[in-house]
Structure formats: structure tokens, C-alpha cells
């Protein structure tokens, strides 16, 4: 069966912190994976990563695949208040097209 | 200005009673997704459709029914079947060409009472 595992579930750190949020993956046939963040209502979308060893970056935040361990990284440099949030991380599986999402890690950023 | 819409933003129902989510989207793609999201569960795939008139089970479709018949429009039904519905219902949806990433609407939050 598919499935997404990420870790921490939950993090809490202070502002300035650097975190890593981990996402490992178990799928077929896959084809991407995804990271969004999501603070109240709809996620949005943050990196899709389909190459290993190839970092993708966004300001304070990058990611990276690595398709040997099966797994990504999402890293997120000088923590701001704002970044509070669930980050979300899915991979999508080739075959079907199914988009299958992890539990998400929760992070709380303290002033 | 396009987007998802979902409707109604909240929602209520007694036991026994079915009820439908719309999602619509103006964004012209082609596949859309109906997720479940209870507290601590991240999001859980319910049904997809790639194509209109075509749709797919999901990991968690019991007691829950879709149709595809516009390409703009995935309305889900939540059937008196589905034991525990009370949760939060997003949409989403892609174009399937060049698989970029998933646009969500802002969700149901569907109450059972």
C-alpha cells in the first residue's frame, strides 16, 4: 500500500530556529513529491521536487529529494512567527495519478 | 479571477441525511480530487477524476458518492452510510498535461449532529 510518513507530527522552536521537517515515502510507481503549507483553511502550494540531489529553494525555505532513501527534506532558515503552520507534504504515484498526503508536522514558532 | 469555490463554507446535518459539497472550478483543468481532513490525519484522498464522465476511488470512499458530468464541477455526496462525517472537505484540482501542483479551494467544514 502507498503511504506517505512525515516527522516530526508536531515541532515547536523558537523564532530565529532553523527546523528540518522529513517526509519518507513508500509508492509504486512514483512521480513527484510535493510540499505545501497550510495555516487555516487551503493549502498552498510550496516545491515539487521530481529530481534527486537537485535543491529547490524559496527565500528561508528549501527542499530536496532523495530517491534512493526515499525521502525529502524541508528545510526552513531564521523561523518567523508567520511560519506557524501544518506543512503537507504527498507524492504522486505515476500509475494512476493518485496524489496520496502525509499527516503533516505541525509547527508552532514562538515569539 | 480564477480559482476554486467550494460551497457552503459550513454546514450542518442531522444523522441519516445526505448531503452534497460542491466544488467548481474556472481554472479549466482537467482532474479534481475531493480530500478529508480530521484533526492530526493530514489529508485523505476520497475520490479523483481525471476526465469528465470518469472518476476513481480514493483510499477512503465509503459512504461517499462523486459524479464528473462538467469539467468545471465535482459535487460530493455524503451518504447516511459514512459512519463518521463530520470533518473538513477540501477540493482540488490540476492540469493533468504538464502535472504541476494541486490547487485547493478553501473547504467545507461539515458538521453532524
Known amino acids: 500500500e502507498d503511504k506517505v510518513v512525515q516527522s516530526p507530527l508536531s515541532l515547536v522552536v523558537h523564532e530565529g530556529d532553523t527546523v528540518t521537517l522529513n517526509c519518507s515515502y513508500e509508492?509504486?510507481?512514483?512521480?513527484?513529491l510535493l510540499w505545501y503549507k497550510q495555516e487555516k483553511k487551503a493549502p498552498t502550494f510550496l516545491f515539487m521536487l521530481?529530481?534527486?540531489?537537485i535543491e529547490k529553494k524559496s527565500g528561508r525555505l528549501s527542499s530536496i529529494l532523495d530517491k534512493k532513501e526515499l525521502s525529502s527534506i524541508l528545510n526552513i532558515t531564521a523561523t518567523q512567527t508567520g511560519d506557524s503552520a501544518i506543512y503537507l507534504c504527498a507524492v504522486e504515484e505515476a500509475r494512476d495519478d493518485k496524489i496520496i498526503f502525509g499527516k503533516g508536522t505541525r509547527l508552532h514558532i514562538l515569539p | 479571477d480564477g480559482g476554486i469555490t467550494q460551497s457552503p463554507k459550513y454546514l450542518f446535518r442531522k444523522e441519516g441525511q445526505n448531503v452534497t459539497l460542491s466544488c467548481e472550478q474556472n481554472?479549466?483543468?482537467?482532474?479534481m480530487y475531493w480530500y478529508r481532513q480530521d484533526p492530526g490525519q493530514g489529508l485523505r484522498l476520497i475520490y479523483y477524476s481525471q476526465i469528465v464522465n470518469d472518476f476513481q476511488k480514493g483510499d477512503i470512499a465509503e459512504g461517499y458518492s462523486v459524479s464528473r458530468e462538467k469539467k468545471e464541477s465535482f459535487p460530493l455526496t455524503v451518504t447516511s452510510a459514512q459512519k463518521n462525517p463530520t470533518a473538513f472537505y477540501l477540493c482540488?484540482?490540476?492540469?493533468?498535461?504538464?502535472?504541476?501542483?494541486?490547487?485547493f479551494g478553501p473547504g467545507t467544514r461539515l458538521t453532524v449532529l
Open positions: 509508492v509504486t510507481n512514483f512521480r513527484s
Open positions: 482540488a484540482s490540476r492540469e493533468t498535461s504538464t502535472y504541476n501542483e494541486q490547487f
Open positions: 481554472l479549466n483543468h482537467d482532474a
Open positions: 521530481t529530481s534527486s540531489g
